[in-house]
């Protein structure tokens, strides 16, 4: 039952939510192991992604797949360089995004990234202007075969694959990422129909 729940649901499912559709007193932890268990050594996995459990295909399959994602559009270098900062820093606003780039920041490419539905808008800072912030959303997790945000590579994992400079300052931090759903102490709820950005011109005429 476990099995054909997994198998048929579009997103992955919690704990939670298969225990809602099955019998009482089934022990979902040892279901899960050892499907987890069954499925190890096939080209379809069961792994467990932002929490929640989920088919995938084997990563020594993914090659395979290739032909299905050469369609895709790729994202642009400004809108990865946003991503990442937005992983690694949120809740962050565009304005801090510009200041850790280091150059402006298109709000089409935070258009781009909304409709990847890989970030959304948190809320507003407490601030002169009331910024939005923008952090990650479980389908950035499940993409990129994340179980929790805290898996994104530290500082000796970037070094290793060659993306940072061996010559960085020893200062340098790599900050800890963090996704909880609750606000942070200077962030206000977004309002109700209020999801641009203060100093965005909207048109309003019908």
């Known amino acids: 039952m476990v099995e054909a729940l997994l198998f048929a649901s579009a997103e992955p499912l919690s704990e939670e939510e298969l225990c809602e559709r099955l019998p009482q007193g089934c022990d979902i932890p040892k279901i899960l192991a050892d499907l987890k268990s069954t499925y190890g050594a096939r080209g379809v996995n069961l792994v467990l992604v932002a929490g929640k459990w989920a088919f995938r295909t084997a990563e020594d399959l993914s090659y395979l797949m290739h032909r ?7 994202l642009s270098r400004a809108a990865l360089e946003t991503l990442a900062i937005i992983a690694y820093h949120q809740p962050v606003t565009r304005a801090e ?14 258009d781009v990234l909304l ?26 997790l499940a993409h990129f075969g994340l179980e929790a945000i805290k898996d994104l590579p530290g500082l ?31 962030e206000d709820p977004l309002e109700d129909g209020s999801l641009f950005d203060d100093d965005e011109d909207i048109d309003l005429d019908p």
């Open 156 to 186: 000796e994992e970037l070094k290793g694959a060659g993306l940072l400079d061996s010559a960085i300052p020893a200062s340098f931090l790599v900050p800890t990422p963090d996704d909880t759903a609750d606000l942070d102490e200077d």
């Open 115 to 140: 409709e990847t539905s890989w970030i959304r808008m948190r809320g507003r800072r407490r601030t002169p202007g009331r910024p939005v912030t923008y952090g990650t959303t479980e389908l950035f």
């Open 68 to 74: 299905n994602r050469s369609d895709e559009r790729k």
């Open 97 to 110: 995004i510009e200041e850790i780039r280091g150059v402006s920041t298109s709000k089409g490419t935070l």
